[in-house]
């Protein structure tokens, strides 16, 4: 199984409105496994970065001003992403700007549904915690993964950070552990079970006819106070 945690970073929040996208990060899980085949382009969007998404990702005009186009980068992108599953946290606002872009670069791209599947994290989050913060940083406090280097977006750090939340939000290493610990127990019964037990038969020790005695008087005694059942 092969899927593909995406974040995208934006001049702005609707494409509506002309915005683009600028950064597209990616990493790569097979068999829920990080193979460090990542995915990172900076993109020229060929508009201006709106003064609140400059705030959020600290990605200026003049840095972008020499990168590629959409369009020079389209065709590695979507062999990058194509047959995987894609996971992505609030799925909608960057599919929506993947779709926006492919359909800039020309009606043959299609859009993203004829290359991937999409899994989108926020949902999920929100099914698995409702009523609570599940924003990327929210999660990332709840699932102890360290993002403190997140000062700002960016596309490849919040990918990073988005598939071990996915991971441990999934299962991930807990479930080794678990195994482990499974192993270990089973280890431990397998090793009991092996234990050789003596052939020779137990010591029965029987009470002496004193012991018998005394004890029928104990009970006696008990019964002069109070209903005991024992005697009958």
């Known amino acids: 199984m092969r899927q593909i945690v995406l974040d995208t970073e934006t001049t702005g929040l609707e494409t509506s409105q002309g915005h683009r996208i600028l950064e597209i990060g990616c990493v790569e ?98 099914k698995k915690h409702p009523g609570q913060k599940n924003g990327l940083d929210a999660l990332c406090k709840r699932y102890f993964v360290d993002n403190s280097q997140r000062d700002l977006h960016g596309a490849l750090l919040d990918s990073e950070l988005l598939a071990d939340v996915y991971l441990l939000m999934t299962g991930g290493q807990a479930s080794l552990s678990l195994m482990e610990e499974q192993d270990k127990v089973d280890g431990d019964t ?7 037990r003596s052939s020779e038969p137990l010591l029965v020790i029987k009470a002496t006819a004193d012991e018998l005695t005394a004890h029928d008087e104990r009970l006696a005694a008990l019964a002069e106070k109070s209903d005991l059942i024992w005697p009958r």
């Open 29 to 126: 899980l097979v068999e829920r496994k990080l193979t460090g085949y990542h995915y990172h382009q900076y993109i020229n969007p060929g508009r201006e970065v709106e003064a609140g998404a400059l705030e959020v990702h600290g990605i200026t005009n003049d840095f972008l001003s020499e990168k590629p186009l959409f369009i020079d980068i389209v065709d590695d992108f979507l062999d990058y992403v194509k047959g995987a599953e894609l996971i992505i946290h609030n799925a909608p606002f960057d599919v929506g700007f993947l779709n926006h872009e492919l359909s800039l670069a020309g009606s043959k791209y299609g859009c993203l549904a004829d290359y991937c599947t999409v899994l989108d994290t926020l949902d999920m989050a929100r």
């Open 190 to 196: 397998e090793a009991h079970s092996q234990i050789k």
